[in-house]
């Protein structure tokens, strides 16, 4: 099983001597580990990631080299077409629950998807499913990646969720006061709001989002401007339209499939707009990168 994850932050995916590295441009020319794995309790992945930041802070300089810069390069891998969203709550309903089990249904209809992402290799409007509330979750304080993974799988095997396809992504929401530990030890609301990740099951790749309490101390005033509901939205917005243009990112070694819509500078489409919110279809979200346009947009 091939595993990684790629975070909601305004860090890159940098690449050296043709291997994507995971932790920026400053880390070192190791490749990331592409290992076939025996478990999905094994974690030899590596991540990318940049601190929290205050949306109010002044912008970083590379944000204001030119909007050109940013353009988004197709580079072969698998796009979510239509994408299909099956949100798992972890252990209880997350706060901001109702606002998230909307928004999905808002998110994937909403003129992100009939008007901004099909210039992405005609990506179009995805499909919302009930929300699964897995009660058998560790109730734990404390997790790894490793271990929601095995959790996600107990719940594929057991046919509590569908089975992964070409389509579908698996956003996990988590109650107030868990702490997430990525495989470099970076820590949910220390060193990033969220991320997506992809592991292959049985031959297919397994889409799936991390989105902690993002009003969790450390979180708050970090993943957003707005209230915890509208950061809420924001943020898994984040996830889903990276989950759904470059799902297979952290299955990379190389600027090739199966990377799919990525910029070698600033990373996918949400991390060029990171933190800017707008409102489309109703509800508070990020605005993603448009090659079209050549600016942030919702359209």
Same mark, same amino acid.
């Given at each position: 099983?091939?595993?990684?994850?790629?975070?909601?932050?305004?860090?890159?995916?940098?690449?050296?001597?043709?291997?994507?590295?995971?932790?920026?441009?400053?880390?070192?020319?190791?490749?990331?580990?592409?290992?076939?794995?025996?478990?999905?309790?094994?974690?030899?992945?590596?991540?990318?990631?940049?601190?929290?930041?205050?949306?109010?802070?002044?912008?970083?300089?590379?944000?204001?080299?030119?909007?050109?810069?940013?353009?988004?390069?197709?580079?072969?891998?698998?796009?979510?077409?239509?994408?299909?969203?099956?949100?798992?709550?972890?252990?209880?309903?997350?706060?901001?629950?109702?606002?998230?089990?909307?928004?999905?249904? $808002?998110? !994937?209809?909403?003129?992100?998807?009939?008007?901004?992402?099909?210039? #992405? %290799?005609? *990506? +179009?409007?995805?499909? =919302?499913?009930?929300?699964?509330?897995?009660?058998?979750?560790?109730?734990?304080?404390?997790?790894?990646?490793?271990?929601?993974?095995?959790?996600?799988?107990?719940?594929?095997?057991?046919?509590?969720?569908?089975?992964?396809?070409?389509?579908?992504?698996?956003?996990?929401?988590?109650?107030?006061?868990?702490?997430?530990?990525?495989?470099?030890?970076?820590?949910?609301?220390?060193?990033?709001?969220?991320?997506?990740?992809?592991?292959?099951?049985?031959?297919?790749?397994?889409?799936?989002?991390?989105?902690?309490?993002?009003?969790?101390?450390?979180?708050?005033?970090?993943?957003?401007?707005?209230?915890?509901?509208?950061?809420?939205?924001?943020?898994?917005?984040?996830?889903?339209?990276?989950?759904?243009?470059?799902?297979?990112?952290?299955? $990379?070694? !190389?600027?090739?499939?199966?990377?799919?819509?990525?910029?070698?500078? #600033? %990373?996918? *489409? +949400?991390?060029?707009? =990171?933190?800017?919110?707008?409102?489309?279809?109703?509800?508070?979200?990020?605005?993603?990168?448009?090659?079209?346009?050549?600016?942030?947009?919702?359209?």
């Amino acid at each position: 099983m091939k595993i990684t994850f790629h975070l909601y932050t305004l860090s890159i995916v940098a690449l050296s001597s043709a291997v994507i590295n995971c932790g920026g441009p400053a880390a070192d020319d190791s490749a990331l580990d592409t290992e076939t794995l025996a478990a999905p309790t094994s974690s030899p992945s590596r991540i990318h990631i940049m601190p929290l930041r205050n949306p109010s802070d002044p912008p970083p300089s590379e944000d204001r080299q030119s909007q050109a810069a940013k353009t988004l390069t197709n580079y072969g891998g698998p796009v979510l077409k239509n994408v299909k969203v099956y949100p798992i709550n972890w252990g209880s309903a997350p706060r901001c629950s109702s606002n998230i089990d909307s928004g999905y249904t $808002a998110l !994937v209809s909403s003129s992100i998807y009939t008007s901004l992402l099909p210039q #992405y %290799g005609g *990506i +179009g409007v995805g499909s =919302n499913h009930a929300t699964y509330t897995d009660t058998a979750a560790s109730t734990a304080t404390s997790l790894t990646d490793a271990q929601i993974r095995t959790e996600l799988t107990r719940l594929i095997n057991a046919g509590a969720v569908p089975r992964p396809d070409a389509n579908t992504y698996y956003p996990i929401h988590f109650p107030s006061g868990r702490k997430i530990t990525g495989s470099d030890g970076s820590q949910s609301c220390v060193q990033f709001c969220a991320y997506h990740g992809t592991y292959v099951l049985n031959g297919v790749n397994v889409n799936y989002g991390i989105i902690p309490d993002v009003g969790d101390s450390g979180c708050a005033g970090g993943c957003g401007a707005s209230t915890q509901c509208n950061n809420t939205t924001s943020v898994m917005s984040h996830e889903l339209v990276e989950a759904t243009t470059d799902p297979a990112v952290g299955l $990379a070694t !190389v600027y090739g499939p199966p990377l799919a819509w990525y910029n070698r500078t #600033y %990373g996918e *489409i +949400g991390d060029i707009c =990171n933190g800017q919110q707008a409102t489309a279809n109703g509800i508070t979200v990020q605005t993603e990168w448009s090659n079209k346009l050549n600016k942030c947009s919702v359209n």
